[in-house]
């Protein structure tokens, strides 16, 4: 975020229930006269509500706070009785010795899918000419794209979504400015979390003929798996008695997407105050011909995740 241009910045809130349910936000800041501003909106389908607020010029910080509102979680008669839910945090601009800035955005999409193809605003502040943006698309601590083309000053960057991007991914852009600097910025999008290649299984008798989930002891099943060809296909059969005792250790696509998404060597949701921090927080390291950036030490992924928590 630039705060040292008037204008606005956007802020993106996700908020759900244990259950998914979705709920109202609040956001409370404050505007050029140092008066409290409150916002109020619900999370759309997927959870997320949009904020603009007004950035005044010279603008050094704003103070962000968002508040679940849900009447049923407050008490009666004992408002301190409140269970809904707050998060405070600041917004502070883009350090730039040469007044040089680039800001990705992607497109307000319900939903980005395997398959889709949107396009990146880019937006530039910059010295020189001829510029060209450079474009990278990490997963799971992996390249999975790379791009550059010379753009203006308000540009475009088309990317296609692929398998390895689900469930997340991180988009990171940058350009060399004046004196060799380098501007960068950031974004994690979230990608819907379902299986390209559909596997599908099914019980048929010896007559192909189809008879539910109920079988006779001491009968051979037969089994009709659908997928891609050359698939590899595992099968286990456990006594559902088994799983009423513990099903801890079931094999769910739910766990399957979350143990993917904690291979995200990234933290929080884009950007930062230097190109150092963009970087550090996309889970990248960068060397240059002139040295590496001082993005700091990788460390592992359960201390970074203690970190980001933190941050």
Known sequence: MDCQHHGT????????????????????????????????????????????????????????????????????????MNSN?????????????????L????PDLEVIRYGNTFNLDLFLERQGDDIFIHVYVIARGKIIHDG???????????ITVTPEMIPSARIVAYFIGENNHIIADSVRIEVRRECHNQVTVGLV??????FGEAAEPNNPVHFRITAEPGTDVSLIAVDKAVLLLRDFHRLTSKKMFSTMDAQDTGCGPGGGMTSEHIF???????????GPLNVGDREGLRNLKLHCMHV
Do not use: M, W
């Open 205 to 210: 008798d010896i007559d192909r003929r189809p």
């Open 9 to 80: 910045c956007k802020v993106v809130a996700t908020g759900k229930l244990s259950d998914n349910t979705l709920v109202s936000l609040r956001d409370e800041h404050h505007n050029i006269n140092d008066e409290e501003r409150e916002i109020r909106d619900n999370t759309d389908r997927q959870g997320e509500v949009n904020f603009n607020l007004y950035v005044p010029t010279n603008c050094e910080e704003i103070t962000v706070n968002l508040v679940t509102f849900d009447q049923d979680l407050i008490v009666p008669g004992a408002e301190e």
């Open 148 to 158: 550059s083309k010379q753009v203006g000053n308000i540009d475009g960057y088309q």
């Open 103 to 106: 800001v990705i955005r992607t």
């Open 85 to 101: 839910a707050e998060l405070t945090f600041v917004l502070r601009p883009y350090e730039s010795p040469e007044n040089e800035y």
């Open 280 to 290: 550090k927080n996309a889970g990248v390291t960068v060397i240059a011909s002139d």
